[in-house]
């Protein structure tokens, strides 16, 4: 099942995600639902808040970048519950797009290197240091479950730069390929 997209100024795009019980109804249904919303969208990342629910569930692929990016050949993880617990001192700026904030994309800056704790799909737990480009990938997407978004994260004369673009965000203006909610 395909979900639609909820679009910047959606009220469930700011509200703190909750973890979820591990008897949680369907969870595998609601992951594989993701996944298949996020590739219908050219998505690399999809938190639960996007489709309108307040639960800390994530889905990355990165298969797509594997063409660059040998190491993301087959990349496709669930994050359940996941939470950061400690970043690297050291920060680096990168573009960064975002399929609930369409059509902006700007310069952001990140810890390079994040510690995670979460479950995956069979619910093992796991604690460990990612870096690089998927550490990127889950710090935007786990953003998503602390009630930001990454334009949040942008300089406050890009922002207002931005201005009348989110605006017409919230108002519903919203040109895409996949099903949205504004």
């Known amino acids: ?29 609601l992951i594989d639902n993701m996944y298949e919303t996020m590739f219908r969208a050219d998505g690399v990342g999809l938190a639960a808040p996007q ?13 797509a970048l594997s063409e ?23 920060e680096v700026a990168m573009e960064e797009g975002c ?7 700007e310069s952001v800056k990140r810890p390079s290197k994040i510690r995670v ?12 240091w990612v ?3 998927l550490a990127r990938v889950m710090q935007h997407e786990f953003d998503h479950l602390d009630g930001h978004v990454f334009v949040d ?4 004369i890009r922002r207002q730069l931005l201005k009348s673009k989110l605006i017409n965000l919230t108002k519903g203006k919203v040109r ?7």
């Open 1 to 29: 099942m395909i979900y639609p997209i909820y679009i910047y100024g959606q009220p469930v795009l700011r509200k703190v995600a909750e973890d979820i019980p591990l008897d949680y109804p369907n969870l595998q249904e």
């Open 68 to 90: 660059d990016n040998p190491e993301f050949k087959g990349f496709k993880r669930a994050y359940i519950n996941p939470h950061i617990i400690e970043t690297s001192d050291d």
């Open 131 to 133: 870096e690089g480009f």
């Open 153 to 156: 994260r942008v300089s406050p």
């Open 176 to 182: 895409c390929s996949y099903k949205t909610k504004s």
């Open 51 to 63: 489709i309108g629910l307040a639960i800390r569930v994530v889905t990355i692929g990165l298969d």
């Open 117 to 128: 704790v979460y479950l995956d799909e069979q619910l093992q737990p796991h604690d460990e």
């Open 99 to 105: 399929l609930s904030v369409p059509g902006i994309h």
